[in-house]
């Protein structure tokens, strides 16, 4: 079985600093894996996934995120928040099966 | 094109009422999936479906049941409601063969008093 573990429940940041929030999965099978965003009182958005090849994957809003298999990580990085980007960030994963385990998500609290 | 809705968007019931919750999509996908959202918890799958007339529990299925007769719609249903059920419910799509990248709704946040 596969889970997901996002170690930080709330990150606040000054703006215009870097962030990284933090994804640890585990699975006895390769993995796809994502991030999702949730703004308040929507629904989630794909900000990026890793499906294979290059294990730096670029998304939107200037976000990135890298897969390191030896580690079992997928964190996401920003290297300069905006106020819009506070919201609740979702990592997820997929074992080359149709359903995401998802983990607690990560509230990312971006202040002036 | 509207990709997922769903409606309503908000609901208030009482315990032992019954509702149904609806979702549609029309992006001709074909695998439908309906979470529930707690704080601190993250996403909990409830059921999926991947096609019309296949219906699969996820992990938290009880207290709820779905039907699928179209591609398009995929409606929830709680008989009787509990307040262990007040939550936010989002219902997901993706294509199958696709990326997995599933497309969601803007959910339906419902209370059980």
């Known amino acids: 079985a596969q889970s997901v573990t996002q170690l930080d429940s709330q990150v606040p940041v000054f703006e215009e600093a870097p962030v990284e929030l933090r994804c640890n999965y585990s699975s006895s099978v390769s993995v796809y894996l994502f991030w999702y965003v949730q703004y308040p009182n929507q629904g989630l958005q794909l900000l990026l996934k890793?499906?294979?090849?290059?294990?730096l994957v670029k998304g939107i809003n200037g976000f990135e995120a890298e897969f390191n298999k030896s580690q079992t990580s997928f964190h996401l990085r920003k290297p300069s928040v905006h106020i819009s980007d506070t919201a609740e960030y979702f990592c997820?994963?997929?074992?080359?099966?149709?359903?995401?385990?998802f983990g607690t998500g990560t509230r990312l609290q971006v202040f002036p | 094109n509207a990709g997922v809705t769903q409606t309503p968007k908000f609901r208030i019931l009482k315990i032992g009422q019954s509702m149904t919750l609806q979702c549609t999509q029309d992006m001709n996908h074909n695998y439908m999936y309906w979470y529930r959202q707690d704080p601190g918890m993250g996403l909990k799958l409830i059921y999926y479906?991947?096609?019309?007339?296949?219906?699969d529990k996820g992990e938290v299925p009880n207290g709820y049941n779905v039907s699928r007769s179209t591609t398009e719609d995929f409606p929830l249903r709680l008989e009787l409601a509990a307040p262990s059920q007040t939550s936010v419910y989002f219902c997901a799509t993706i294509l199958a063969g696709g990326s997995y990248e599933q497309y969601f709704g803007p959910g339906t946040r419902l209370t059980v008093t």
């Open positions: 997820a994963v997929a074992a080359r099966t149709d359903k995401l385990i």
């Open positions: 890793y499906l294979s090849g290059s294990t």
């Open positions: 479906s991947v096609g019309a007339g296949i219906t």
